[in-house]
């Protein structure tokens, strides 16, 4: 997974450019052109360490808190959709809580390449520098810029879940009938190119269904103009965008957006399965079919 944030991490920080409010322009191409003859290409990389700081924290809390919340509710409420929505929300807040001064860092530096220091913007040196600004010019709630618009982007994860644990179902119960129908062992397990064209879906059609919260994230998290912030919060920000950019505001970078995190979807969640399938295996110590 790090090897992976790596290679995509130029379409992260050309998505974010595209989410600024600087309006350098629409256009991917011609982002990733202003950032390479302003910053070369080390600007392509900018925030890639907070990024591989973030993947475990942010992953493992999220599955565990998925999980630890699913297995408290089954007995309750039944597997059933409202246990995998309260799930999936609950991940998401608690992975987002988690982590939120992890990504405001990353943000801060990938918007570099749009800077503006005539109006009062501060060109960080570093990490270290960004860090320390943040803290003396924000305060410990600076860390925290856009973290209202994180947990409304929970249902985003609340939607692939559901998505995702539907999809998966409907094509085991498909694939344990085409096994008894051909005289093969039965199994419900599936191969991993379902599982990983299922993650890919859900994530699609999550992230169209809620991507105008990053786009007001991204705005949250901008430095201020002659000290004075334009976004100021979750509502504000979404109906400013709406008023002065239009629809088109509200899902800009979202094309960009999509080719990085879906395919990284489809594997964290093919990976997923793949390791509780070894752990059953383990635990079972038989080996069941694929």
Known sequence: MRHLSTITCPIEVVKTQLQASSGVSHNPFAVARHIFNTQGAQGFFRGLSPTLLGIFPSRASYFWAYETMKSGLVPVLGDGTVTHI?????AGATANTITSPIWMVKTRMQLLASIDAAHGQVAYRGYRHAIQTIYRQEGFRGFYKGLTASYWGCSEGCIQFVAYEKLKRHLEARHAE????????????????????????????????????????????????????????????????????????????????VARVVPNAAILFLSYELINRWFEDRDSGTERPA
Not at 86 to 90: E, H, I, K, M, N
Not at 207 to 230: D, S
């Open 86 to 90: 309260v799930a999936g929300l609950s």
């Open 178 to 257: 085409h096994c008894r129908r051909n005289g093969l062992p039965v199994t419900d397990r599936l191969p991993p190119h379902q599982y990983f064209l299922s993650a890919a879906a859900s994530k699609l059609m999550a992230t169209i269904t809620t991507y105008p919260h990053e786009v007001v994230r991204t705005r949250l998290r901008e430095q201020a103009r002659n000290g004075v912030f334009k976004y100021t919060g979750m509502w504000q920000s979404l109906n400013l965008i709406g008023r002065e950019e239009g629809v088109r505001g509200l899902y800009a970078g979202m094309a960009t957006h």
